[in-house]
């Protein structure tokens, strides 16, 4: 019996993705219905003194084809926000080395949801954002998902001054931390 040597084939590599190869392809996701989960956390030391969920009101991930223009935006409400409205908006997405991890500085807002936004100046409006970095693990990632679990800290002393966002008396805290786990979709 003699060993025949069969010539192998090598494929073409596959064609280029469109948009940054670390997030889904280009367009525009959201969240479904209890597919992003969020827990506020206030800490004082090592010691957790408030521990509570928060509904997402809105989700939102804008991936375009070039990397600058991709966009994550989370708004949050829930009894320890009194009636306001937490906001995060990404200025940027930036991978890690291999894509597994991603941070996205942003900026963190707490606007009421009763009253009226317009009397505002837009001074005041950027007193009020606190500048924040959300760091992403990717979980999945597909064509058209991407499920992520993350993490947002904070000292509480500025967050307070800036946005007015006020804990009750009994529950100290010296940090701020916000946990969340989105599965981001393409409703298309």
Same mark, same amino acid.
């Given at each position: 019996?003699?060993?025949?040597?069969?010539?192998?084939?090598?494929?073409?590599?596959?064609?280029?993705?469109?948009?940054?190869?670390? *997030?889904?392809?280009?367009?525009?996701?959201?969240? +479904?219905?209890?597919?992003? @989960?969020?827990? #506020?956390?206030?800490?004082?030391?090592?010691?957790?003194?408030? !521990?509570?969920? %928060?509904?997402?009101?809105?989700? +939102? &991930?804008?991936?375009?084809?070039?990397?600058?223009?991709?966009? #994550?935006?989370?708004?949050?409400?829930? /009894?320890?926000?009194?009636?306001?409205? *937490?906001?995060?908006?990404?200025?940027? @997405? $930036?991978?890690?080395?291999?894509?597994? !991890?991603?941070?996205?500085?942003?900026? *963190?807002?707490?606007?009421?949801?009763?009253?009226?936004?317009?009397?505002? $100046?837009?001074?005041?409006?950027?007193?009020?954002? =606190?500048?924040? $970095?959300?760091? %992403?693990?990717?979980?999945? /990632?597909?064509?058209?998902? %991407?499920?992520? &679990?993350?993490?947002?800290? &904070?000292?509480?002393?500025?967050?307070?001054? !800036?946005?007015? &966002?006020? #804990?009750?008396?009994? !529950?100290?805290?010296?940090? @701020?931390? #916000? *946990? =969340?786990?989105?599965?981001?979709?393409?409703?298309?």
């Amino acid at each position: 019996m003699t060993a025949e040597t069969l010539p192998t084939a090598v494929l073409p590599p596959p064609p280029p993705r469109p948009g940054p190869s670390w *997030l889904p392809l280009p367009g525009a996701y959201t969240a +479904a219905p209890g597919r992003c @989960i969020a827990e #506020l956390t206030a800490r004082l030391g090592p010691v957790p003194t408030l !521990r509570r969920r %928060l509904t997402a009101a809105r989700t +939102a &991930l804008t991936v375009t084809p070039d990397a600058e223009g991709c966009l #994550l935006s989370l708004e949050l409400t829930g /009894r320890p926000l009194r009636g306001r409205t *937490l906001g995060f908006v990404s200025t940027s @997405i $930036t991978p890690e080395a291999d894509g597994s !991890r991603l941070t996205v500085p942003g900026e *963190l807002a707490l606007d009421d949801t009763d009253t009226d936004t317009d009397t505002d $100046t837009d001074s005041d409006a950027d007193d009020a954002r =606190v500048p924040a $970095t959300l760091t %992403l693990r990717v979980v999945d /990632r597909a064509d058209d998902l %991407l499920l992520v &679990l993350g993490d947002l800290r &904070l000292p509480y002393g500025p967050l307070r001054r !800036r946005t007015g &966002l006020t #804990l009750s008396r009994i !529950r100290p805290a010296d940090r @701020i931390r #916000l *946990l =969340v786990a989105v599965e981001f979709t393409c409703p298309a």
